[in-house]
């Protein structure tokens, strides 16, 4: 059997980075989960690498067949934007890697088994944050600072504490530091992790 390792934080913590890092790594034997999503492809992004960009349609198809695990719709000032994660074929000896929120643990957790799961969390200071997010923001073709607001808000609600307690086994790692040394502490964890499993 494989098991999912699943890398949450709220938004400007590094998770992109990191994972693009450990992908560039070769982890043996550690395949990474593309999520799906239908908003806009963002300056630099790929479709198949950061997402699988879809649209309505695409979703409800994927819905119809079954193949939806779990799904998050978010309001923004562009209309709804919905995220989503297909199944995960872990029957095999194959680990995976990927991106969440707190509400894909969740869902990931009815899902398959609590051991299938192992979850890592970047975590850094709200005001450092804040500002990477900006920064990002401020490097996309159309700037929306007010979709920048409402993530950071969202996320204060997503990763309130009494929820955060209850995810058994889960690491954490301080993204705040330099980005190598979080790379490296997160490889490490799932190296680690793997060899006892």
């Given at each position: 059997m494989g098991k999912i390792y699943c890398m949450i934080g709220k938004?400007?913590?590094g998770k992109d980075t990191v994972f693009s890092s450990l992908?560039?790594?070769?982890?043996?034997?550690l395949a990474p989960v593309v999520t799906y999503t239908t908003r806009p492809v963002r300056t630099g992004e790929t479709d198949g690498v950061e997402y699988h960009f879809t649209d309505d349609a695409g979703l409800a198809e994927l819905e119809a067949a079954g193949k939806v695990i779990e799904k998050r719709t978010y309001h923004t000032v562009h209309g709804d934007w919905h995220y989503f994660t297909c199944e995960i074929?872990?029957?095999?000896?194959?680990?995976?890697?990927?991106?969440?929120?707190?509400?894909?643990?969740d869902?990931?957790?009815?899902?398959?088994?609590?051991?299938?799961i192992s979850v890592i969390w970047l975590d850094m200071d709200d005001g450092e944050r804040l500002k990477r997010c900006i920064n990002r923001e401020a490097q996309q073709k159309n700037p929306?600072?007010?979709e920048v607001c409402r993530?950071?808000?969202?996320?204060?609600?997503?990763?309130?504490?009494?929820?955060?307690?209850?995810?058994?086994g889960m690491?954490?790692?301080?993204?705040?530091?330099?980005?190598?040394?979080?790379?490296?502490?997160?490889?490490?964890l799932i190296v680690t992790d793997r060899i006892s499993h």
């Open positions: 938004s400007g913590a992908m560039k790594r070769r982890i043996p034997a074929d872990i029957s095999q000896n194959t680990d995976y890697i990927m991106i969440g929120t707190p509400d894909v643990v869902k990931l957790y009815e899902h398959y088994s609590a051991d299938d929306n600072y007010s993530r950071f808000l969202a996320d204060e609600a997503d990763f309130r504490p009494e929820r955060m307690e209850k995810y058994s690491r954490k790692v301080d993204s705040s530091v330099d980005i190598d040394i979080v790379v490296s502490e997160t490889e490490h």
